[in-house]
């Protein structure tokens, strides 16, 4: 994908969220750090734009949630803000790429925290399959059929530079430099996002 394609991922899952829930009142957007608050912004700003209703967005950190949290390296800890409350509302929740399933199970046990909403969507830029737990998003921007031998670098001006998508082999990311941002609280989301 390059910036065009995931503009236009964007704009239509808005389009079909705006469409499924007949507007965006009751609705906020949690976006999942650090790619999916990125993402979660944007789908936001287009909500404002095709309907003119300002939809809050919430950040939601779910390292500490995580089943894996042994094996996994210890991640710095991203602020969760989630100001407006989610009792009784609409939540999308919002990420890059949807794998496993293991990252979205720990952010609806997160949400769950934060009150009981009255429905949880799931908005994915990037659906690559090899599901571990019953999960499926509601609003994919793109399906990326994969091999459980590939990975998926998604890359978002607001992190990076530059907005596109990448699949890389094994022998390839083997070679590519690791950056402090392959480091941060979903190291491996960059290329395997749960």
Known sequence: MNQEDVRRALA??????????????????VGIHTRGVH????????????????VPVATLDVSL???????RAQAKLQPTDIPMGIQGKRVILVDDVLYTGRTIRAAMDALVDFGRPQ???????LDRGHRELPIRADYVGQNLPTSIHERVKVRLMETDGADEVAL???DDADEEP?????????????YVDE
Not at 12 to 29: D, F, Q, S
Not at 43 to 54: D, H, P, T
Not at 119 to 125: D, E, H, N, S
Request: aromatic fraction near 4%; proline fraction near 2%; glycine fraction near 4%.
């Open 12 to 29: 239509r899952v808005a389009h079909e969220i705006l469409e499924r829930n007949r507007g965006a009142k009751e609705l906020v957007i």
């Open 39 to 54: 993402l979660a912004r944007r789908i936001a700003a287009n909500l404002a734009e095709f309907e003119g209703v300002e």
């Open 65 to 71: 949630y995580r089943d894996d949290i042994r094996v």
């Open 119 to 125: 429905q949880i969507q799931l908005a994915i830029l």
């Open 168 to 170: 890389i082999f094994e």
């Open 178 to 190: 690791k950056t402090p941002e392959d480091s941060d609280t979903e190291m491996d989301t960059d």
